[in-house]
């Protein structure tokens, strides 16, 4: 009930906001002539002190900037330590304008992040024919024309553990993706008592959240049928048996969902100056539909070797693969806080630093099952970058 209250307020508020946006048509217009602010073009001139009297400097023109995000994603509730988070990192480039009205300045701001995260539990497994019983070993050093009996890549005790004789057998435990573009209308209140400015604003938001749940299985069997357990990597190969398998088996069940989000948000931006320090803090209240999709591929990749036992060749690879798909939709309330502290490199160039949160409270769909599309998500990190003209 609380959700759908808050919802409800969201959505009216924007329709009041851009329902009085219509009487004042001409601040509503994002779109305006690149050379339209006569600006010096002097990026690096000296950035120059103020006295505590000195009061805020309100800036006009095109303004812009750029973050690298670090932040750590929480897990999906469906992976057993789901209480942990995994670091991932992301980019924010922002640009906009401000221009002086007639009763407050007003502009407009455009906003396009990316974030990744990918943690998996992974076994090196080795396949049928990983012991060559034919490999002499790596050749001394000092030979002239050493002669390889195998690729250096393909032998048995020699280079990552990556090659074409071992399967990564990956299991998901928080892999994910984000894209994120806003589009705000903001404004710039007089400055307070104290010399900090206030900026409300409004706008659109779209946001793509793709959530990855991966098993994968490896599986060896005879030529009966029968299947072998084996182990992953043994250092000691004397106490490695190969068997009699024949046939192996690598089982990919993936599955990928997809939040695509289309909402609007509310938010306020306060700064203050302080000698060649920009304090700012930025809070948004963002409500969201979610169109949601989830897409599972079930895959089995498959080798049939001449024989078992050390030296076995390839005799054919079959690759089988199905797809499945469902389709839902949930309401996603979500918020966005920044904190950030600049240094005035150059008058109009300022170094930053900051953190993130980024929270979805409920709706977002994450995992092997459809009826899992109402969980949460948090992100919380570090920021840097810099600030042109703000």
């Known amino acids: 009930m609380l959700l759908n209250r808050f919802t409800s307020w969201l959505t009216g508020s924007l329709a009041i906001l851009a329902v009085t946006g219509i009487v004042h048509a001409q601040n509503l217009q994002p779109f305006i002539e690149p050379g339209y602010f006569e600006h010096d073009l002097q990026f690096f001139a000296p950035a120059t002190d103020i006295d505590d009297y000195g009061g805020p400097v309100m800036r006009e023109g095109w303004f812009g900037s750029y973050d ?81 009996v195998n690729p250096v890549t393909d032998r048995n005790d020699s280079g990552p553990p990556n090659q074409a004789r071992f399967y990564n057998v990956r299991d998901s435990l928080n892999v994910g993706n984000f894209n994120s573009i806003e589009i705000n209308k903001l404004f710039r209140t007089p400055p307070l008592h104290h010399g900090g400015l206030l900026e409300p604003f409004f706008g659109f938001r779209y946001l793509q959240f793709n959530s990855v749940w991966q098993d994968q299985t490896y599986i060896r069997y005879n030529e009966d049928g029968i299947v072998f357990p084996f182990p992953p990597v043994i250092p000691n190969r004397e106490l490695f048996d190969i068997g009699d398998a024949e046939t192996e088996d690598l089982v990919t069940d993936r599955f990928r969902f997809t939040n695509d989000m289309i909402g609007g948000q509310l938010g306020i931006r306060w700064s203050k100056r302080l000698s060649r320090w920009n304090l700012s803090s930025e809070l948004r209240a963002i409500g969201f539909h979610n169109f949601q999709n989830l897409r599972r591929k079930y895959e089995i990749e498959r080798n049939y070797y001449d024989g078992g036992g050390t030296g076995s060749e390839v005799e054919g690879t079959v690759r089988t693969a199905f797809t499945e798909n469902w389709h839902d939709s949930s309401t996603v309330v979500a918020t966005d806080i920044r904190a950030q502290a600049a240094y005035e490199v150059t008058r109009d160039i300022k170094l930053q630093v900051g953190m993130q949160y980024l929270g979805f409270f409920d709706g977002i769909g994450r995992g092997q099952f459809i009826s899992y599309n109402s969980q949460d998500l948090h992100l919380i990190g570090l920021t840097f970058g810099f600030e042109v003209n703000r």
């Open 68 to 148: 690298r995000m670090y932040l750590r994603a929480s897990r999906p509730d469906d992976v057993d330590s789901y209480t942990q988070v995994d670091r991932g990192w992301g980019n924010r480039w922002d640009l906009g304008y401000i221009v002086d009205g007639v009763n407050h300045d007003h502009g407009w701001l455009f906003s396009y992040s990316t974030f990744d995260v990918s943690a998996y539990h992974t076994v090196y497994q080795e396949k049928i024919n990983r012991v060559n019983e034919d490999d002499e070993g790596r050749p001394p050093a000092d030979e002239d024309d050493p002669e390889f």
